[in-house]
């Protein structure tokens, strides 16, 4: 994630080149969005940059993907967290 995405600041990158900071996704948006953005990018945002890492074409990529993508939208909602790594 963070060869795209900036963690609490830009780390001395140009932000325009980066992805959303993750820290602020807790704030900013919804759950159920997270999932469903990990699932598919594409239908949400076509010729995004994001890629799938889960589903390809509607196929799974992965037995787990689906309590993977949950597991990675939990952990992006702690990010912003106070504490957490």
Known sequence: CI???Q??????????DLAPDLTLAANRLRPGWIVD??????AIMPN????S???SE???LMDDA?????????HILAL???GTP
């Open 58 to 60: 509607g196929e799974r």
């Open 53 to 55: 890492y889960f589903y």
């Open 7 to 16: 963690l609490g600041g830009a780390g001395g990158r140009d932000p325009a």
């Open 37 to 42: 953005w990990l699932h598919d990018p594409q």
């Open 66 to 74: 689906d309590e993977q993508i949950v597991a990675l939208r939990n």
């Open 3 to 5: 060869q795209c995405h």
């Open 80 to 82: 912003g967290k106070k």
């Open 48 to 51: 995004t940059r994001m890629p």
